[in-house]
């Protein structure tokens, strides 16, 4: 799904009153990502690329940065604040972190 058609409600993952008191899920970047190329390198998983027209986050990669940060590390550097959580990947925390060791256990094989 592009991020110009995300109309239903989202959360921020920035937001540390939210942070553990809801369903976790793969992140997603809007159509007001401005391609500036820097969360790109930072994704622990090579989750991020350039689609045709800007950044998108491949959901089967993304696991909210679980097993590597505590926090988004795409979110943290976005500069203009365009990548809140995708309610159409709604996944536990449990579930990403098997996703984790799954991407792990691909990277070792
Ligand atoms: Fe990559 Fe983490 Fe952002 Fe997901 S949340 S796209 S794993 S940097
Ligand atoms: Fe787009 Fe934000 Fe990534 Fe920059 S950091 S490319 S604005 S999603």
New binding site residues.
Partial sequence: MKGAALTAPFFC?RCPRLRGKMAAM??IILDTCVNCDV?EP???????SLGEVYYE??PD??????G??DV????EVCPVEC?PGDPDRVESREQLMLKYEHLMAKAAS
Avoid: D, G, R
Avoid at 42 to 48: L, Q
Avoid at 61 to 66: R, Y
């Fill in positions: 993952p793969s992140l969360c930072v994704c622990p998983n090579k989750a991020i986050i491949n990669l993304c696991t909210e940065c679980v590597h940060f988004p590390q795409c979110v990548i």
